[in-house]
């Protein structure tokens, strides 16, 4: 039986479940601030005496300061109202809301029913979704009897690591501060992964895997630490780099065979290094199978794991040179492509088998 869910409120539940994860977060500086009795106290003390708020009490009086006593706030002063800013916590809680969530995904409207429609035409024609009931199926990471040999685990990663860093650039560049743009972002993006992993669960070839969920939250999860840490973003990227396998033409999302993962970390992020000609240069640690997939198991290959560490060229920082407040279009195109695709033949690596 073919199950059939409602687009508008799997959005919602996704994004519902991602927000109440933040409002977890700041929950603990939301109890630790001064309730309104506590300043209350303060406040009429104040409007006894208006002429001098540092004047001492009436003796016998109790003046209660910013907190319900000096035990809890140790650093503040009895006879004064202090009445400090909210911290950055608090103040991000408050201005993220369902209207900044709601306001941010009108703004990218298009980029993300685009995103919707090209997984819905993929999940369709390569990934059955509708030819099975709904079921979970585990899938055991990166082990040699898997599908893929864990390949697939790190393709979710990569997916949902590159979606984030698209809408999140989209949204900076309309205005949005990186904090909130990434935030954004990382809702989206795991609200159209987990429509992807449902719609799993209705297909025989696949079923709703933990693994799979992990590995979104993963990738969006560094591609949320990038975008809020410029260091991070100058320093390191995750790639995948495609060359055909010869099994299934030019299918760079489904033709594992074909497929590497890697870490590269860029000499030109290194503050010592970025002024020298080795800010060209990278360093590359990484992972892919061969021999895993029907084909090539009836073209006689055997199952390998492969690890691997190498040097390469940052084509990004060639091509385009370090990042600049005024790049066009183009330039911040081509650096994205570069930060993300991994182009073969560029780097010189050592492999290990297992």
């Known amino acids: ?32 601030l001064p309730t309104s009795a506590d300043v209350g106290g303060v406040l009429t003390q104040s409007l006894q005496n208006p002429t001098d708020m540092n004047a001492p009490p009436p003796e016998g009086s109790t003046v209660h300061a910013v907190g319900a006593s000096t035990q809890n706030h140790p650093k503040m002063d009895e006879a004064k109202l202090n009445v400090a800013p909210a911290p950055d ?69 990569f997916t949902s ?104 970390l860029k000499l030109s992020g290194v503050k010592s290094l970025k002024d020298t000609p080795l800010k060209y240069v990278e360093l590359q640690a990484g992972y892919y199978t061969r021999g895993f997939s029907k084909e090539a198991k009836k073209d006689g290959q055997e199952r390998k794991r492969h690890g691997f560490v190498g040097i390469g060229v940052n084509l990004s920082q060639l091509v385009f040179g370090s990042p600049e407040p005024q790049d066009n279009g183009y330039e911040k195109a081509g650096r994205f492509f570069f930060e993300h695709i991994q182009l073969p033949y560029t780097a010189v690596r050592k492999n290990s088998d297992f």
């Open 1 to 32: 039986m073919r199950a059939t869910f409602n687009k508008t409120w799997l959005w919602r539940v996704g994004l519902s479940a991602a927000l109440l994860n933040v409002g977890a977060v700041h929950a603990q500086d939301v109890r630790a």
């Open 89 to 157: 916590s608090m103040k991000s809680s408050q201005a993220y809301s369902w209207n900044a969530a709601e306001e941010d995904l009108k703004s990218i409207k298009w980029e993300a029913a685009g995103t919707f429609a090209g997984i819905t035409a993929i999940g369709v024609k390569s990934w059955k979704w509708g030819s099975s009931s709904f079921h979970f199926n585990s899938e055991h990471w990166f082990g040699k009897q898997t599908g893929s040999g864990g390949t697939d685990k790190l393709g979710h990663a």
């Open 161 to 264: 690591y590159t979606l984030t860093n698209a809408f999140a650039e989209r949204l900076q560049a309309q205005g949005r501060t990186p904090e909130r743009a990434a935030l954004s972002a990382a809702l989206l993006t795991q609200a159209l992964m987990l429509y992807v992993e449902i719609f799993d669960g209705v297909s025989g070839d696949h079923g709703f895997s933990k693994e799979d969920f992990v590995m979104n939250a993963l990738g969006t999860g560094f591609a949320y630490l990038r975008q809020t840490h410029p260091r991070i973003k100058d320093l390191i990227d995750y790639r995948m780099e495609y060359k055909p396998s010869g099994y299934k033409g030019f299918r760079p999302l489904s033709d594992y065979e074909g497929q590497k993962y890697l870490i590269a």
